[in-house]
């Protein structure tokens, strides 16, 4: 592969294998010999079950044409008669077809590639079964040469998904194939799928060791003699490190699977990954059969080190630092399950910018996307595989911890599937820097939901089933997970850590997180002086993070959650949890304001008011300076800078210092009137940043407010646009809640649009939506082709806004 083909190509993506040419529609492979090809245009899908939709003979003229990701359960529509936990949206069975070419290809190894389809999904090529997937977070490929037509022939692919188990899980999951899905076509002789293993045993300041192991598959029935190939290319695009040649002679099909090719390299002064630089090397490994190139494939990886200690914390490359997480859930609200990678982008750069460093897959393997941007900005993560083991957990249907429960999920297929998905897991992210944590849970040991032991006391259920049984279904996934990967603990978050004791559970991780436990933190140390200690989930309160900060021997904490999150609702028409820093929409609540004060390193201020005045606790207020006439108003400062003025109308009220903050928030009580109200940080007598609220008046007009309007026609690429209710100067109004409606022109269509209502029913796929607290959402994706992208928003008695986007 040419070194600015492959510059090119990683500029843009970090998949876990890259393709190494540039991807037409039915292309001849490149001089490489592999091809991979974007497979989420062109198809059909239709709601239902039909007996004869996987034959190619199938009439599906009349069927809804998608383009994948495609989530059939954000489309609703929402109902009290769906459960609870996934949103009240409804489930059911589909059918996806698609027809596509082979030209030029016999010969070689066709295989699709699932990132995730929700869920127990059966694939057919050409009306034969090819393989099956229960579990909907998981990825898979399938094998679809035996029955593929090659020289320009039709064939057809069909996938039937079935969900109609809709309250199987405690959170939403959507339906369908709401994952990226691409075509692979290779010679016989080729790198296995997740086939190259990389890791960084040693990394010192001069020199880092770089240990590449490769497996190779040979589908041609006869014994192939081959070369392997090793190249790897630094963070600036210039070869770092080259393998030595390595010759191999490869028995037929199957006779050397799980016999990786194991070689070392050496980089000299190598450019560490970190949070703050995170620097990725690509290594591309050739397979070279008879004088040619048959195979290449690219992987990223990440020099660095990391390791936990049971007294200090965490370290990474040498240095010391608390773990500030979140715990995210997959959904992007408004869209449901079926996300494009800028959504997700967006979300990070906010957490980002609040001072969050890590990011907890809850409670399940996350799309590939979201690990290949979290290598690219510099977050850790704990990827995490189940929710429960079995028997099950609750899946509550008429609202959270209400009426009876479902019991639906994944135990019904974990005997079966959860060794296999938690090494696939582990095969697909293993070469991700950014992970330091392989997750088997996620409180698996929650008390009498199902699990009960003893030690629980007066809330022991004899009739429920022994929390023994939980150590008989971790060991094996503990050994799956290190028979792949020893270079990164084992984990599991822990909701009852006294019975996971009682049975030995903890004492088979590597490291063991707790759930809301802080009070166990102090004691379990000096208990267990080995033990690895971190909150894996956690509240938002300041006691909270006090309880990290103050101890060195706790490695950090993942807050719950990072953003609002559809299902785990309550009583209908509560649709999401209210937990995230973020709202539904992405903006940040006063929630995050205030984490930003605690973990951000930039100067920051924020100010949240509440009417009435007097003790008020939490963080009850808003970001409004609209009060009734003649009231007092409870103002909560938070910020990270040593000093604060605040000043109304021009006017100082006062200044704090932030060493006395009351559990880390200034605070005044200001007798309201209307004008401006200002919050100013100051260091060593400076001002450095400020914070203003306006009283807003009459709503006059909506407003468009794009997060960009640059665009790439690659029908891929999204833009967020906010729209907000506003007076005659533009300020928001905090409670307006006008319909707007939108009209797009060009190469674009509105994906969905939100407000971050919880508590909203509303259709998020047409083409208007009421505002909440004066805002909402559009969010707007391009099409495959160029032009300019016009965006009208109106609503009745308000003053139109519009904005013109370029696609190219």
């Given at each position: 592969m040419l070194r600015g083909e492959f510059l090119m190509k990683t500029a843009r993506y970090f998949f876990r294998t890259i393709l190494v040419f540039l991807l037409l529609p039915c292309p001849a492979p490149g001089a490489d010999g592999r091809l991979v090809e974007d497979f989420d245009g062109g198809w059909q899908f239709n709601k239902g079950d039909f007996a004869t939709a996987m034959m190619p003979a199938f009439d599906d003229g009349g069927w809804q044409a998608v383009t994948l990701p495609h989530d059939w359960s954000s489309d609703g529509p929402f109902s009290a008669d769906y459960g609870s936990g996934n949103g009240y949206a409804p489930g059911g069975m589909g059918w996806y077809r698609k027809h596509f070419q082979l030209d030029a290809l016999?010969?070689?190894?066709?295989?699709?590639?699932?990132?995730?389809?929700?869920?127990?999904?059966?694939?057919?090529?050409?009306?034969?079964?090819?393989?099956?997937?229960?579990?909907?977070?998981?990825?898979?490929?399938?094998?679809?040469?035996?029955?593929?037509?090659?020289?320009?022939?039709?064939?057809?692919?069909?996938?039937?998904?079935?969900?109609?188990?809709?309250?199987?899980?405690?959170?939403?999951?959507?339906?369908?194939?709401?994952?990226?899905?691409?075509?692979?076509?290779?010679?016989?002789?080729?790198?296995?799928?997740?086939?190259?293993?990389?890791?960084?045993?040693?990394?010192?300041?001069?020199?880092?060791?770089?240990?590449?192991?490769t497996t190779v598959d040979n589908d041609a029935g006869t014994n192939k003699a081959f070369l392997l190939e090793t190249e790897v290319f630094g963070p600036d695009g210039k070869l770092a490190a080259t393998g030595n040649t390595l010759k191999r002679e490869l028995q037929r099909a199957g006779s050397e699977t799980g016999a990786p090719i194991t070689e070392e390299l050496i980089v000299r002064n190598p450019m560490l990954w970190n949070l703050d630089e995170p620097k990725l090397y690509h290594a591309v490994s050739k397979i070279v059969c008879e004088g040619a190139t048959v195979d290449a494939v690219t992987n990223a990886f990440g020099i660095r080190e990391f390791h936990f200690d049971a007294d200090k914390g965490f370290f990474l490359n040498g240095k010391n630092f608390k773990i500030k997480g979140v715990c995210l859930h997959h959904d992007g609200g408004p869209i449901g399950a079926a996300v494009p990678d800028k959504v997700v982008e967006r979300r990070l750069r906010t957490l980002k910018e609040i001072g969050v460093n890590a990011i907890r897959t809850s409670h399940n393997p996350p799309d590939p996307a979201l690990l290949d941007l979290c290598d690219r900005m510099g977050f850790l993560v704990m990827d995490e595989a189940f929710d429960e083991f079995t028997p099950g957990k609750n899946k509550w249907v008429t609202g959270r911890n209400n009426g009876v429960a479902s019991h639906f999920g994944y135990n019904e297929i974990?005997?079966?599937?959860?060794?296999?998905?938690?090494?696939?897991?582990?095969?697909?992210?293993?070469?991700?820097?950014?992970?330091?944590?392989?997750?088997?849970?996620?409180?698996?040991?929650?008390?009498?939901?199902?699990?009960?032991?003893?030690?629980?006391?007066?809330?022991?259920?004899?009739?429920?089933?022994?929390?023994?049984?939980?150590?008989?279904?971790?060991?094996?996934?503990?050994?799956?997970?290190?028979?792949?990967?020893?270079?990164?603990?084992?984990?599991?978050?822990?909701?009852?850590?006294?019975?996971?004791?009682?049975?030995?559970?903890?004492?088979?991780?590597?490291?063991?997180?707790?759930?809301?436990?802080?009070?166990?933190?102090?004691?379990?140390?000096?208990?267990?002086?080995?033990?690895?200690?971190?909150?894996?989930?956690?509240?938002?309160?300041?006691?909270?993070?006090?309880?990290?900060?103050?101890?060195?021997?706790?490695?950090?904490?993942?807050?719950?959650?990072?953003?609002?999150?559809?299902?785990?609702?309550?009583?209908?028409?509560?649709?999401?949890?209210?937990?995230?820093?973020?709202?539904?929409?992405?903006?940040?609540?006063?929630?995050?304001?205030?984490?930003?004060?605690?973990?951000?390193?930039?100067?920051?201020?924020?100010?949240?008011?509440?009417?009435?005045?007097?003790?008020?606790?939490?963080?009850?207020?808003?970001?409004?300076?609209?009060?009734?006439t003649n009231s007092t108003a409870t103002v909560l400062c938070f910020a990270n800078c040593p000093d604060v003025a605040l000043t109304l109308n021009g006017k100082v009220v006062g200044t704090q210092k932030l060493s006395d903050a009351t559990r880390g928030m200034l605070r005044w009580e200001v007798p309201y009137e209307p004008g401006t109200l200002q919050a100013v940080g100051r260091v060593e007598g400076k001002d450095v940043c400020h914070f203003t609220l306006r009283t807003a008046g009459a709503p006059t007009a909506v407003k468009l407010l794009p997060d960009s309007t640059q665009l790439h026609a690659d029908g891929k690429d999204v833009c967020h646009v906010e729209f907000q209710i506003v007076d005659a100067h533009g300020v928001r109004i905090p409670d307006a809640a006008q319909e707007v409606t939108f009209q797009v022109t060009g190469p674009g269509r509105i994906l969905g649009i939100g407000n971050g209502d919880v508590n909203s029913v509303e259709d998020c796929?047409?083409?208007?939506?009421?505002?909440?607290?004066?805002?909402?959402l559009a969010i707007l994706q391009t099409a495959a082709g160029p032009g300019d992208i016009t965006v009208n928003a109106s609503a009745p008695g308000l003053e139109p806004a519009a904005v013109t986007l370029q696609s190219r």
């Open positions: 016999a010969g070689r190894t066709v295989t699709l590639e699932f990132d995730g389809v929700y869920d127990h999904s059966e694939v057919w090529v050409n009306g034969q079964f090819v393989g099956r997937r229960p579990y909907g977070f998981s990825s898979f490929q399938c094998d679809v040469t035996r029955y593929a037509k090659f020289g320009g022939g039709d064939n057809v692919v069909a996938v039937r998904v079935d969900h109609s188990r809709f309250a199987d899980s405690r959170f939403y999951t959507g339906s369908g194939i709401y994952r990226n899905v691409r075509l692979v076509v290779a010679d016989k002789l080729h790198a296995a799928h997740w086939g190259v293993a990389i890791t960084t045993p040693q990394v010192a300041a001069d020199s880092a060791t770089v240990r590449i192991e974990f005997a079966q599937w959860s060794v296999p998905d938690m090494q696939d897991l582990v095969r697909r992210d293993r070469n991700h820097p950014s992970i330091i944590l392989w997750s088997i849970g996620n409180e698996i040991d929650y008390a009498n939901d199902p699990f009960s032991h003893p030690v629980l006391g007066g809330n022991y259920r004899p009739e429920n089933p022994r929390a023994e049984e939980l150590v008989a279904c971790a060991k094996p996934l503990v050994a799956a997970v290190k028979a792949l990967d020893t270079t990164r603990p084992v984990t599991a978050a822990l909701a009852t850590v006294a019975m996971s004791d009682a049975v030995g559970l903890a004492q088979l991780l590597d490291a063991d997180g707790y759930n809301y436990q802080e009070m166990r933190y102090t004691e379990d140390h000096k208990k267990y002086p080995q033990r690895i200690i971190y909150g894996s989930e956690n509240s938002h309160q300041y006691s909270a993070w006090q309880a990290v900060a103050t101890n060195d021997f706790i490695s950090g904490q993942f807050l719950w959650t990072g953003a609002d999150y559809l299902g785990e609702a309550n009583a209908w028409p509560n649709r999401a949890s209210g937990a995230g820093l973020l709202d539904l929409c992405g903006f940040k609540k006063p929630l995050a304001w205030f984490r930003q004060s605690l973990w951000s390193d930039q100067p920051m201020v924020y100010l949240s008011v509440s009417a009435g005045g007097g003790g008020r606790r939490g963080f009850a207020g808003t970001e409004s300076w609209n009060l009734p796929k047409t083409n208007r939506h009421h505002a909440f607290q004066g805002r909402g």
